[in-house]
């Protein structure tokens, strides 16, 4: 049962483009989001977030959208750097819980 | 501030064997986790301690799988015995406990482990 689904494994986007990550949930329970990033041989860390009351949130040069009608939401990197290359996880948060379910992960690749 | 620590961050163990996982969380954080990532998969939630009380234990396969934290620190994961499907890395992560919104999870780096 797979209640976030990052459907595209891998993304590969020219250095300065937009890179744009994508997330499906199936759980109308979760009130939050986020997204990690993961660097190999490290623990994810913590990027940005969303409550499922707002439908954007803005943070230098990432954005999450949110789609609460389609279940849908995204990362946007603008520019895209190399340093941006890593795994990042989509999670969501289960209402009056801390437990996170998370996707199955995006590898970024910013080609130079 | 330090990090989450864990050991050991490499283990390779033949099937049947029994290891042991270490996590001390950051200082003065209440609620500790333990995830299993297996390759290609994002981490899976195994347990959640608040304090030095179990949370959410819902995933753990408690026929092989055990955990504690000791004194509502640090904490130790056990699987006895090792099964080839258990190779994985094995995150710990610890937040504080907040008044509500979201508290962030830091994680540790990870023990990778190998059944052969």
Redesign the interface.
């Known amino acids: 049962d797979q209640q976030?689904k990052?459907n595209s494994?891998s993304l590969s986007v020219q250095e300065g483009r937009i890179s744009i990550l994508n997330c499906d949930y199936t759980n109308s329970m979760f009130d939050?989001f986020?997204w990690?990033k993961k660097y190999p041989?490290?623990?994810?860390?913590?990027l940005i977030?969303i409550?499922s009351i707002k439908d954007k949130n803005e943070d230098g040069r990432f954005t999450v959208f949110l789609n609460k009608s389609a279940k849908h939401l995204s990362l946007h990197i603008v520019p895209s750097q190399p340093g941006d290359s890593a795994v990042y996880?989509c999670?969501a948060?289960i209402q009056g819980?801390?437990?996170?379910?998370?996707?199955?992960?995006t590898r970024l690749t910013i080609n130079p | 501030e330090a990090g989450?620590a864990q050991s050991p961050r490499y283990k390779i163990i033949e099937k049947r064997q029994s290891v042991a996982f270490w996590c001390n969380p950051i200082s003065g954080h209440a609620?500790l986790y333990w995830y299993q990532q297996i390759l290609?998969?994002?981490?899976?939630?195994l347990i959640?301690f608040q304090n030095n009380g179990v949370?959410?234990d819902s995933q753990l396969p408690k026929d092989r799988f055990s955990a504690e934290r000791l004194k509502g620190v640090d904490s130790t994961l056990k699987i006895q015995p090792a099964k080839l499907e258990d190779s994985a890395v094995y995150?710990c992560?610890s937040?504080s406990r907040g008044a509500g919104?979201?508290?962030?999870?830091?994680?540790?780096?990870?023990t990778r482990l190998t059944v052969l």
């Open positions: 976030v990052q494994p939050y986020l990690y041989a490290e623990g994810p860390t913590f977030s409550s996880f999670a948060r819980a801390q437990k996170l379910v998370f996707g199955q992960g | 989450v609620t290609g998969q994002g981490p899976k939630l959640q949370v959410d995150l992560a937040s919104g979201y508290n962030e999870q830091f994680f540790g780096p990870g």
